[in-house]
């Protein structure tokens, strides 16, 4: 049998970032990710407990799945999520089913659109922005947290787990990481120290709405009609965003 007979299909993925966040020379800049089709052997690190335990199983399958040769730590959240939801088109197909209020809810991948950017607010190669806080007027830039931050987040809030397992820190973890400086200050210690100790909530809130609604992503939240009448949710993506079609 020939090689060729075998080649993969693959498709293009647009990334929601247009690949503006990401350095010229990286080949995330174009916006656009090549992607194989699913396999029995993806379908075998959906089933590894090993990577289910450890929560790494739905990053081991985007590896598995992308083709082209890009660092996986510098994708930014909104692709990450961009990528998962084509992987399970080219997985399992268009259609996705889930529960919510006790109600089955049938929607079709493929007309999820990526949130419209303002790209005004972004500079070719440069994952910085800035942000002035309503209340104390302090001035703020901040990045968008890459697969790489969201590692190192996660490593960071096991260790405190440790030290005090009653300790909830996922917010404040996750905007030290965030923040490159505040007002001018960009030493790690100065960022920690306004966070924990300056970092007003009503500011905290403000910043965190202000990102939300620009970032690039995958717009999940959709119409639905229920009994009461129609509501908007977000489309949940985890692990059953795979596991029912994958007989487990």
Same mark, same amino acid.
């Given at each position: ?9 693959? +498709?293009? @993925?647009?990334?929601?970032?247009? %690949?503006? @966040?990401?350095?010229? +020379? ?7 990710i ?5 396999? /029995?052997?993806?379908?075998?690190i &959906?089933?590894?407990?090993?990577y ?17 040769? @890009?660092n ?5 959240? %909104? ?6 939801? *084509?992987a399970?088109?080219? %997985? ?5 089913e ?9 929607? $079709? ?10 790209k ?12 002035? &806080? ?14 790489? $931050?969201?590692?190192?987040? +996660?490593?960071?809030?096991k ?15 996750? &905007? ?6 505040i007002? %001018? ?15 007003? *909530?009503? $500011?905290?809130r ?18 639905? +009609?229920l009994?009461?009448?129609?509501e ?6 985890? &692990? ?5 079609? /994958?007989?487990?």
């Open positions: 049998m020939s090689e060729e007979k075998y080649k993969f299909p693959t +498709e293009i @993925v647009e990334l929601p970032s247009k %690949g503006l @966040v990401y350095d010229k +020379e990286s080949p995330l800049s174009s916006g656009k090549e992607m194989k089709y699913m396999t /029995a052997k993806e379908e075998d &959906l089933t590894n407990q090993s289910i335990q450890n929560g790494t199983v739905l990053d081991k399958l985007l590896k598995a799945l992308i083709v082209s040769k @890009v996986y730590n510098d994708l930014i959240v %909104g692709d990450k999520n961009a990528l998962l939801i *084509a399970r088109i080219l %997985g399992y197909g268009n259609d996705y889930f529960s919510y209020k006790d109600e089955k809810i049938k929607i $079709d991948l493929s007309t999820l659109e990526n949130k419209e950017i303002d005004s607010k972004f500079e070719q190669g440069k994952n910085e922005f800035s942000f002035t &806080l309503p209340k104390s007027g302090s001035i703020i830039t901040f990045k968008l947290l890459t697969h790489g $931050d969201e590692v190192k987040i +996660e490593r960071e809030l260790g405190l787990k440790k030290i005090n397992p009653k300790l909830s820190a996922d917010l404040s973890t996750r &905007l030290k990481y965030m923040i490159l400086s007002d %001018g200050k960009d030493e790690a210690k100065d960022i920690r120290e306004f966070v924990d100790t300056y970092f007003l *909530a009503q $500011d905290s403000s910043l965190r709405n202000y990102i939300k609604d620009f970032q690039p992503d995958v717009n999940l939240n959709i119409p639905i +009609e009994q009461g009448g129609e908007n949710i977000t489309i949940p993506i985890g &692990l059953t965003f795979f596991w029912p079609d /994958a007989d487990l």
